[in-house]
């Protein structure tokens, strides 16, 4: 009797440990399928409201962590030509406005939006000021940096390129010399929306 009362309670243990350990498993593969991907995240646009990106879903984009003192500001005409040309087919461009490099964009979000539309005519959806560096970092940027797809490490300049795809995978990273309209990034768009 003693042994079939060991064998029932070794038998319990075995499967709640069994069952313990595909929760785990299960936790980890859900971990590393967010990893490339940034539906899950939640980001505040010029007005403090809060956007999740996962309605972004069945449009490609393209994210970039901007400044209005930079010698690459001008790249703010290259996004809005290609925001213009692909925007009908399901393309957004999400412009982050940083000021981790040099202090160069030191403006309040009104200042920011005021200088993009009145210098460059930009359209497309800017959002609140976020670091891209350090402990401070935005959970968006830790995922672009950190991810199975594209180049891992530090963002090193303003004007760095993401492009997203309609589901929200990370798809392709650009660094800041590569303009807008560059092949490699119009090639990359019309792959993505395309699919």
């Known amino acids: 009797m003693l042994k ?20 785990k498993l299960s936790t980890v593969k859900k971990g590393v399928e967010q990893m490339d991907n940034i539906n899950d995240i939640t980001v505040r646009d010029m007005n403090n409201k809060e956007v999740k990106l996962s309605d972004y879903n069945g449009k490609v984009l393209l994210i970039v962590n901007v400044a209005s003192e930079c010698g690459n500001t001008p790249q703010y005409q290259g996004l809005e030509e290609i925001y213009k040309e692909y925007n009908k087919k399901g393309f957004e461009i999400l412009a982050f406005p940083c000021n981790d490099f040099g202090g160069q964009e030191p403006g309040t979000n009104e200042e920011i939006q005021q200088f993009c539309s009145s210098k460059y005519g930009v359209t497309f959806k800017l959002f609140d000021k976020i670091k891209v560096l350090g402990n401070e970092r935005s959970p968006l940027y830790e995922r672009l940096i950190n991810n199975n797809v594209t180049e891992t490490g530090d963002v090193k300049w303003n004007f760095e390129k993401f492009l997203i795809s309609k589901d929200g995978k990370i798809v392709a990273r650009f660094r800041t010399k590569v303009e807008p309209t560059d092949e490699k990034i119009l090639a990359a768009i019309e792959k993505e929306l395309a699919k």
Not at 5 to 22: C, E
């Open 4 to 23: 079939l009362l060991l064998l029932m309670i070794a038998s319990v243990l075995t499967i709640n440990i069994h069952s313990q350990d595909n929760s």
